[in-house]
């Protein structure tokens, strides 16, 4: 295929730019999964999971020649995707907040909350119970599996607190849950 | 395992087991990728910004703030305004009732032909033989010096052609408490003097309280409790009175 270069770009940028793009291509092959389904667990709703990740990519483009291997690629990644999250969330929020709202109003579309298909659906909705900070380390290491220290590493911060966060998330979604199964208990009464 | 902490499990192994993309989202957004990354796809509309309302806010008011701190710096649009420059200006720098009769322009035309600060020289002489005086009665030469830099009359930076702003009533009465508080009753009065010449005067009851008190406090106890009558009299439910009550003795 023909390629049109510019009389600026010299033959070095060039194999500097394709070097970078094959790295680049490398890392989203690998990574697109963690990335999309930490989107989506971040709290973006499923319409633009697709949108925020491409997203991600795209700053990952920018990024990724300042990556210096001092935590793990997916934990870098997973930063990225955090700030990317917020931007959305940031512009995003009055929509966001009303269609919440009807969801609640609605009783999430009328499906049976603990079938299988739905679970997913029903989980993503009690991590919104979640602050941030809490949420993010919820969704590394109880969904992504990471340790404690792993976590810490990846998001910079202490390996005491992200245990704390950890054991602090987990009781509010257990408390999330346990309001679920009374409200649920409730309807099935009424 | 409780029920809730068993459901919760639940819950997560069907998040694991559905939550992932379907099968070609691999191949559908890396196109999409490239072609942002060369600059050939707008950006999605939430990478555009929009309305920063919190930004928004936080600027507002810092500009708001700014904007009244620079007019209440100059005392824009009113000759009464208040000025942070003048703040500690000296009550003796209030001219006389005669002389504030004088026209602005007449003032300004003074303080221009003035070799120096006369009026700021004229303090601090004031300032330094009071200054003399206490050192002589405490026999202390240093404590002399350090009274008369914590005077008033002694603050004064900002003299001449400004000369004409005064500080505002609440500038005044809060300087005579603060002078109170720190047992320098004869600053107190002299703040309180200057609080006298102010057009406004809203702040009459604690201004007369104050007074009360510095003169009890610096052994005019006679005058003292005839301010303090004279207090209760216009003011009968003061809310001061514990202040006078503390300095001046029972009558």
Redesign the interface.
């Known amino acids: 295929m023909l390629r049109l270069v510019s009389s600026a770009e010299t033959p070095e940028m060039s194999s500097d730019a394709t070097a970078a793009?094959e790295r680049?291509?490398a890392v989203?092959?690998e990574h697109?999964?963690f990335v999309?389904?930490s989107v989506?667990?971040l709290g973006v709703p499923e319409a633009?999971?697709?949108?925020?990740?491409?997203?991600v990519?795209?700053v990952v483009?920018r990024r990724l020649h300042t990556f210096e291997g001092r935590s793990s690629l997916k934990t870098w990644l997973f930063g990225l995707a955090m700030r990317v999250v917020r931007?959305?969330r940031?512009?995003?929020w009055r929509f966001e907040r009303k269609r919440r709202a009807a969801q609640v109003a609605i009783g999430d579309d009328g499906h049976d909350p603990?079938n299988?298909?739905d679970?997913?659906r029903?989980?993503?909705h009690?991590l919104d119970c979640l602050p941030d900070h809490e949420r993010a380390v919820y969704v590394l290491g109880?969904?992504e599996g990471m340790t404690t220290a792993e976590v810490a590493e990846g998001l910079q911060i202490n390996p005491n607190t992200a245990y704390s966060r950890l054991r602090s998330a987990r009781k509010r979604?257990?408390?999330a849950?346990?309001r679920r199964?009374a409200a649920d208990a409730r309807e099935g009464g009424a | 395992m409780?029920?809730?902490?068993r459901?919760?499990e639940?819950?997560?192994a069907?998040?694991?087991?559905?939550?992932?993309?379907d099968g070609d989202?691999?191949e559908?957004?890396?196109p999409?990728?490239?072609a942002?990354?060369r600059g050939e796809l707008p950006?999605?509309?939430?990478?555009?910004?929009?309305l920063?309302v919190v930004p928004a806010v936080v600027v507002a008011v810092v500009l708001a703030l700014g904007a009244g701190a620079v007019g209440y710096a100059f005392g824009v649009g009113s000759e009464d305004a208040p000025s942070v420059i003048t703040v500690a200006t000296p009550p003796e720098e209030v001219p006389a009732p005669a002389a504030a009769t004088r026209s602005h322009a007449e003032e300004r035309r003074d303080a221009a032909d003035a070799p120096s600060t006369p009026s700021n020289d004229a303090v601090g002489r004031d300032a330094v033989d009071a200054a003399r005086a206490t050192s002589r009665r405490d026999g202390n030469p240093t404590t002399g010096r350090r009274a008369a830099a914590k005077r008033p009359a002694a603050k004064a930076k900002h003299t001449g052609a400004r000369a004409e702003d005064t500080p505002s009533e609440l500038e005044l009465v809060r300087n005579a408490r603060a002078a109170l508080a720190r047992g320098q009753h004869r600053d107190a009065l002299d703040w309180i003097a200057r609080w006298r010449e102010h057009s406004g005067r809203m702040l009459d009851e604690e201004a007369r309280a104050i007074e009360a008190a510095g003169l009890c406090a610096s052994g005019r106890t006679h005058a003292g409790l005839e301010a303090a009558a004279a207090l209760r009299s216009a003011h009968p439910h003061s809310a001061h009175e514990r202040l006078v009550q503390k300095h001046c003795p029972a009558q």
């Open positions: 793009n680049l291509e989203y092959r697109f999964d999309w389904r989506r667990r633009a999971v697709d949108d925020v990740t491409q997203e990519f795209v483009a931007l959305y940031r512009t995003t603990w299988q298909a679970a997913a029903v989980l993503l009690l109880e969904l979604m257990q408390q849950v346990a199964l | 409780s029920n809730e902490a459901r919760l639940e819950l997560i069907a998040e694991r087991a559905v939550g992932r993309p989202a691999v559908r957004i890396w999409r990728v490239q942002r990354v950006p999605p509309p939430f990478t555009r910004g929009g920063r």
